[in-house]
Structure formats: structure tokens, C-alpha cells
């Protein structure tokens, strides 16, 4: 069995359809570099803030969202609440996968919100966040949008 890493996890690769395992013949493969403590691989995870007028900042989260990117993910959300930004819109149409560390994320941004002032909405649009929330009962706590237009427009 031939282990390959990349972005911190393992694939196995298979012999072919009725070949048995050569183990000679197989090709060593290499960790991949860790990333910098606290860091994430930059192909899991894109966050992305931009400020908008009257006050509001959008985060834009596209990719992974697990115990390894949670870190960065709330980082962007606490210092745009920290900030003092009047309105927080997470976007999270463009996450592939939302874990249970991305779900305590947003629990404690959206406490923290609360108690800054900061008027905090989710856009979840068709991805696959929308179950997680849903499952988990923050879908019934939490201000979710469809799109960031109609997030941003109240």
C-alpha cells in the first residue's frame, strides 16, 4: 500500500485489477511540509473580509472549514465584531466542508456579536453549512440569508 500526503492527509493507492501488491516496485512517497503553527494550508481554506459602506464588513469563507482552518476562519470573524463593525455577513455558499470545530466558531462569534451590539447573518445559500446548522439547532438561533445582497440589505 502506497501512503500519499498532501494538505496534511492521507490517500492510499490501489493495485491495479487483479495484480497483488509489489511492494518493491512501489514509488516512496514524502510528508508534505507542516504549514507554521497555527496556520492552514492555504488550498483548505479562503477567507476573505471586505468592508462595506454604513458599517458592514463581509467574511467570505470557500474551501474547508475543520479543526485545522477553524482558527483562521475565527480570526476573521472576531476582528471584524471586534472592530466595531455595525453588521457581520458570514458567507459560507462556497464551503465544501463545515465541521464541528466551524460550528463552535460560529456559536461563540455570533455570542460574541450579540454582546458587542454587532448585528450578525449568515448567508448559506445552497451549501452544505445549511444541514450542519440545521442538524446542530443553530439554523433556528442564527439569522440566515440566501444571498449577501439580501444580508447586507437587512
Not at 115 to 137: N, Q
Not at 138 to 145: H, K, N, P, T, V
Amino acid at each position: 500500500m502506497t501512503a500519499t500526503w498532501y494538505d496534511r492527509r492521507v490517500g492510499f493507492a490501489l493495485p491495479p485489477a487483479g495484480r497483488s501488491w509489489d511492494n518493491a516496485s512501489m514509488p516512496a512517497s514524502t510528508p508534505a511540509p507542516d504549514p507554521a503553527p497555527g496556520a492552514a494550508s492555504p488550498q483548505l481554506l479562503e477567507v476573505t473580509v471586505d468592508e462595506h459602506p454604513e458599517g458592514a464588513v463581509v467574511v467570505r469563507a470557500g474551501g474547508e472549514i475543520d479543526l485545522l482552518t477553524a482558527p483562521r476562519f475565527a480570526d476573521a470573524m472576531v476582528t471584524a465584531i471586534d472592530g466595531g463593525a455595525a453588521l457581520v455577513v458570514v458567507d459560507l455558499d462556497q464551503v465544501t466542508f463545515f465541521g464541528s470545530a466551524a460550528v463552535a466558531n460560529l456559536a461563540r462569534a455570533a455570542e460574541r456579536a450579540d454582546t458587542a451590539g454587532t448585528v450578525f447573518r449568515l448567508v448559506v445559500g445552497e451549501s452544505m453549512a445549511t444541514r450542519v446548522l440545521e442538524i446542530s439547532g443553530l439554523a433556528d438561533l442564527l439569522d440566515l440569508r440566501p444571498t449577501v445582497a439580501d444580508a447586507l440589505a437587512g
